[in-house]
């Protein structure tokens, strides 16, 4: 069964960093590219950053460039997402997903989510 | 960046109904349309891909069609467990980017 788990949200302040965490199980995760989509409170849905199988391409949304990186270790089954210069716009439920075999860019498997709340 | 406008906004519907919601795309992105299921406080989940391909354990009522800029989702006959807010996305160019949802309501 496909398990993506991510942890690593919570309360930070404006211009804080944190850094998110997905582990995946169920799967060959050094086959799939990955991506990290988040939601802010009742909104809809946003990409925000892939990565290849190896973590040698890696891509993102122009509202994150230069503050998010996306990043995997393929020996733990792990995916990452380094937040940096965090402001209230990025409040939001992150989610970890798998994209499909067939395409990058649509997801097949969805973690449960993170909550990360960028406040004072 | 392609924009995707879905319509409508919200639908009220009854079970057993047919259901149609439609999604348009900025510009062409021929048939690489998803469409997803979210409930409240869940992750999406995958319904649809290629604009018309059904995903694996997926019901049948569930239909999509559609290519290069109009797009729609179609639950053939709604049942209770399809009350929930439908999203497409395209992955035709980066960055991926989805509609705004439809909420789907009990009338």
């Known amino acids: 069964e496909v398990q993506l788990v991510e942890s690593g949200g919570g309360l930070v302040q404006p211009g804080g960093s944190l850094r998110l965490s997905c582990a995946a199980s169920g799967f060959t995760f050094s086959n799939y590219w990955m991506s990290w989509v988040r939601q802010a409170p009742g909104k809809g849905l946003e990409w925000v950053a892939n990565?290849?199988?190896?973590?040698?391409?890696?891509y993102y949304v122009d509202s994150v460039k230069g503050r998010f990186t996306i990043s995997r270790d393929n020996t733990k089954n792990s995916l990452y997402l380094q937040m940096t210069s965090l402001s209230a716009d990025d409040t939001a439920v992150y989610y970890c997903?798998?994209?499909?075999?067939?395409?990058?860019?649509?997801?097949?498997?969805w973690g449960q989510g993170t909550l990360v709340t960028v406040s004072s | 960046d392609i924009q995707m406008t879905q319509s409508p906004s919200t639908l009220s519907a009854s079970v057993g109904d047919r259901v149609t919601i439609t999604c348009r795309a900025s510009r062409s992105i021929s048939s690489w349309l998803a469409w997803y299921q979210q409930k409240p406080g869940k992750a999406p989940k995958f319904l649809i891909y290629k604009a018309s391909s059904l995903e694996s354990g997926v019901p049948s009522r569930f239909s999509g069609s559609g290519s290069g800029t109009e797009f729609t989702l179609t639950i053939s006959s709604l049942q209770p467990d399809d009350f929930a807010t439908y999203y497409c996305q395209q992955y035709n160019s980066s960055p991926w980017t989805f509609g705004q949802g439809t909420k789907v309501e009990i009338k």
């Open positions: 990565i290849n199988q190896h973590g040698n391409e890696k």
């Open positions: 997903a798998r994209d499909t075999a067939m395409a990058t860019g649509a997801f097949d498997y």
